[in-house]
């Protein structure tokens, strides 16, 4: 196996300095530092592919994987301090690429899951929970790492760039979050514009040109068309009672009830002001729940409205046969609108004047 530092990119780094090699690993195990030569260095753009050998051939994504194993063990087991200044610098920017390439292949292997229903038969309804469940990472990490490997095909030149570690899933996620039907077609024709934002950009500058594509397609954030067609079948929401007189809430939404949902939390998530002392402080899960609750108590407020300061209600009403299911007893006089309540089947009479009586029973008046 070859040096690890080298199958992280470092070998043109290495070819560039041969001496200082040499010198470093010769003459009583001084060590030579490369302060003035790398001020002076002018460092070419990287290549995921330099000096590295040919992919080797593997059965299966386990043997693959192996690969894998092997060359961080490899890793793991040196001692930087014997490594040559420039070489690790020049690795741990190599395994950012490295890392990136790794987290594309993992959206390759839990789409292929999701398409399969794998995960179906450990009881999961959907891949973030199944994977949340046996990797220990919490729903919103997950949510993301699916949501990345569903939408993600809808791009291939971002997935290529992906793939080839140019950039990093926080580059690729505000693309496949900002994905709905409505505005595919429009990111799908700026599909160049974003690959080039995002390798020679920044997440945010990738961010601040996708919210330019979504404000011109959807301004007001109500795409409610999910990608795919009908309804997602693994939507859920449900409600429990918890200890204390609190409650459980799980929810799985479908794409455009998560956007919304989170643009109205961004909205009304007000944050506790310096004054606060920080042992009072709320944490960034209470900012939330309160944002929800204002939510909710908005859209009561929109749906019922007051007036004289009164909530409005409905009178219901409703005969007492229709309510003893004794339909066909009722009287066919409709100005007895309350018919006497009667133990037996007898009819009820009723007069013009809206009073009714049945046999044994005294007239009541409607």
């Not at 899933?169 to 990111?187: I, K, Q």
């Not at 409610?224 to 799980?250: C, M, N, W, Y």
Request: glycine residues 8%.
């Amino acid at each position: 196996m070859s040096h690890p530092l080298r199958s992280l990119g470092a070998m043109e780094q290495t070819r560039r300095y041969p001496s200082r090699r040499a010198e470093a690993r010769s003459g009583g195990g001084a060590r030579t530092e490369v302060g003035a030569s790398v001020a002076r260095e002018v460092r070419g753009g990287y290549d995921p592919g330099a000096g590295e050998n040919e992919t080797p051939a593997v059965r299966d994504v386990g043997e693959a994987l192996g690969l894998i194993t092997q060359g961080l063990d490899a890793l793991a087991g040196l001692d930087l301090r014997d490594e040559i200044d420039r070489d690790v610098a020049d690795a741990a920017i190599a395994a950012q690429r490295h890392v990136n390439r790794l987290q594309a292949q993992q959206t390759r292997l839990l789409e292929r899951v999701r398409v399969t229903g794998v995960h179906r038969l450990d009881g999961a309804v959907s891949i973030a929970s199944w994977y949340a469940a046996h990797t220990g990472l919490d729903g919103a990490a997950t949510t993301r790492i699916a949501r990345r490997a569903h939408r993600l095909d809808f791009f291939p030149q971002l997935q290529q760039a992906y793939q080839a570690g140019h950039i990093s899933s926080d580059h690729v996620d505000p693309v496949v979050r900002a994905t709905t039907s409505r505005r595919l077609r429009a990111l799908q024709d700026a599909e160049d514009a974003l690959v080039t934002f995002a390798k020679h950009g920044t997440p945010t500058d990738v961010r601040r040109a996708v919210k330019l594509i979504r404000d011109q397609v959807d301004p007001d954030g109500t795409d409610a068309q999910p990608l795919g067609s009908g309804l997602d079948e693994r939507r859920e929401f449900t409600v429990h009672p918890g200890i204390d007189g609190l409650g459980d809430v799980k929810a799985t939404v479908v794409p455009d009830v998560h956007e919304l949902l989170v643009q109205l939390l961004e909205t009304l998530a007000v944050r506790d002001s310096k004054d606060v002392p920080k042992e009072q402080r709320r944490t960034a899960a209470q900012i939330r729940h309160d944002a929800f609750a204002e939510i909710l108590r908005r859209a009561a407020a929109a749906t019922l409205e007051t007036r004289n300061g009164a909530r409005p209600h409905v009178n219901l009403m409703i005969d007492l046969w229709t309510l003893l299911g004794q339909e066909a007893a009722a009287p066919s006089n409709p100005g007895c609108a309350v018919p006497a309540p009667s133990t037996t089947s007898s009819p009820a009479t009723c007069s013009p004047g809206g009073v009714c009586t049945t046999r044994g029973s005294s007239p009541t008046s409607s």
